[in-house]
């Protein structure tokens, strides 16, 4: 529900309306790990992670309705207990702008398809959220239209890539000449991104 001040709604100014690069970027990173909940009592937006510096400009990106959280968060494999944090925009208006513009609204990940271009900032966006640089570039997704979309845009820059499917699609570049112009398109004359995602393909690029 949009915030009341004296009976009046107060609209929420989307930054989300506008088209920028930062715009792309946080756009990648909520298709490929972002959460929007609506139910008969709630509609908000959020983004988690471990580091907070990325979520202070996801933050001050998202304007002053957003609000930062934290939580005790224990790893998978390790089962380390680590601090995340999380960044929640309370808004009907903007869960319905997820869900009208692009497709996504609640449990996406078998469904998501959103009429969108391909561009690097929102693939930044995307392997920030949920990307793996450890062994090759690889992104996995359970929705088959969201891959071939992210595959038809490496075959227009002949990137090599394999895609094999067990649970889910995990489009996977081990090239070691299309590694290197990945990092380049990703990250040349660009400020907005999570810094070890970045050193970790720039060790991958080096190798």
């Known amino acids: 529900m949009e915030i009341k001040n004296h009976g009046n709604i107060i609209h929420y100014n989307?930054?989300?309306?506008?088209?920028?690069p930062e715009r792309d970027y946080w756009l990648g990173w909520i298709l490929s790990d972002?959460?929007?909940v609506k139910d008969a009592t709630h509609a908000y937006v959020y983004l988690a992670?471990?580091?907070l510096d990325i979520l202070l400009k996801f933050k001050e990106f998202c304007g002053s309705r957003a609000k930062l959280n934290k939580f005790k968060y224990i790893t998978p494999k390790?089962?380390?207990t680590k601090i995340m944090y999380k960044v929640v925009i309370n808004s009907q208006e903007?869960?319905?702008f997820f869900a009208n513009n692009y497709g996504i609204c609640g449990k996406k990940s078998s469904t998501m398809n959103p009429p969108i271009d391909i561009n690097w900032n929102i693939?930044?966006?995307v392997f920030d959220g949920d990307g793996s640089f450890k062994?090759?570039?690889?992104?996995?997704?359970?929705?088959?239209?969201?891959?071939?979309?992210i595959k038809a845009f490496y075959d227009?820059?002949?990137i090599h890539y394999t895609c094999p499917y067990d649970t889910a699609y995990r489009l996977s570049v081990y090239r070691k000449e299309d590694i290197k112009r990945i990092y380049h398109y990703l990250y040349d004359n660009q400020t907005l991104y999570l810094d070890r995602k970045k050193q970790d393909l720039s060790r991958l690029a080096e190798e």
Request: hydrophobic share 35%; with cysteine; aromatic share 4%.
């Open 14 to 20: 989307n930054p989300f309306e506008i088209n920028s």
């Open 94 to 96: 903007l869960v319905a």
């Open 135 to 149: 062994k090759g570039v690889v992104l996995t997704s359970k929705s088959e239209q969201w891959i071939n979309k």
């Open 78 to 80: 390790s089962k380390e």
């Open 34 to 36: 972002g959460c929007i």
């Open 49 to 51: 992670c471990l580091d």
């Open 123 to 125: 693939l930044r966006g």
């Open 156 to 158: 227009s820059l002949h």
